[in-house]
């Protein structure tokens, strides 16, 4: 017999990966400005203007030119980099907090390759507390962690822009409600 249990007794939180606006304007940006300097480069090297709101045969190759081809090569290298994580959407996943099976279970997506999906499961009860650690200054870090019995930190938060302080609070004490568990403070 099939017994249906509430709804209720699972919790699942969405993980916003790569896919976030401020990847798409700086993978954009990056490029666009790369390929300016790329080009310029090229022109210097080739004498033929191939930016046409620029001259930019008038660089002297050697050091001008071949330092813009360089600074242009390589950014083009980084935003190439930046549009294949947004397009495998890295660090996308979910938390999933499961009081029918017992089961904590933290997804991500990572690279390609033999460890694209990261899955850890924890027994619930191995779950000792949900910690928030919060530094403020130049480059804030609010985040919640898992502790577990044997003393791991797993976090729970996205990676990126930190959220609201409020938020943080409020996401951590829900989590720690919902697994009866007590919430701790960095």
Same mark, same amino acid.
């Given at each position: 017999m099939k017994q249906v249990l509430p709804i209720h007794k699972v919790r699942k939180d969405v993980i916003l990966g790569s896919r976030r606006f401020s990847n798409y304007w700086w993978? #954009?940006? &990056?490029? &666009?400005?790369a390929l300016g300097f790329l080009l310029a480069g090229l022109s210097s =090297?080739?004498?033929?203007?191939?930016?046409?709101?620029?001259?930019s045969t008038e660089l002297v190759f050697i050091p001008q030119g071949i330092v813009?081809?360089? =600074?242009g090569s390589v950014?083009?290298?980084? #935003?190439m980099f930046l549009?294949?994580?947004i397009i495998w959407n890295i660090?996308?996943? =979910?938390?999933?907090?499961?009081?029918?099976?017992? &089961?904590v279970k933290i997804f991500r997506l990572g690279f390609p390759g033999k460890n694209r999906q990261i899955c850890l499961?924890?027994?619930i009860k191995e779950i000792k507390s949900i910690k928030i650690d919060i530094k403020e200054g130049l480059n804030p870090r609010r985040e919640i962690y898992l502790c577990t019995k044997d003393k791991r930190n797993i976090p729970l938060t996205r990676v990126g822009?930190?959220?609201?302080?409020?938020?943080?609070?409020?996401?951590?004490?829900? &989590?720690?409600?919902?697994l009866d568990v007590v919430l701790e403070g960095a």
């Open positions: 993978a #954009s940006t &990056i490029f &666009i400005g =090297y080739f004498q033929t203007d191939l930016l046409p709101f620029a001259n813009m081809t360089f =600074y950014g083009i290298f980084l #935003s549009w294949l994580t660090g996308a996943g =979910y938390n999933e907090f499961n009081k029918n099976e017992g &089961i499961k924890f027994n822009q930190p959220l609201l302080l409020s938020e943080v609070e409020e996401q951590a004490a829900e &989590i720690a409600r919902f």
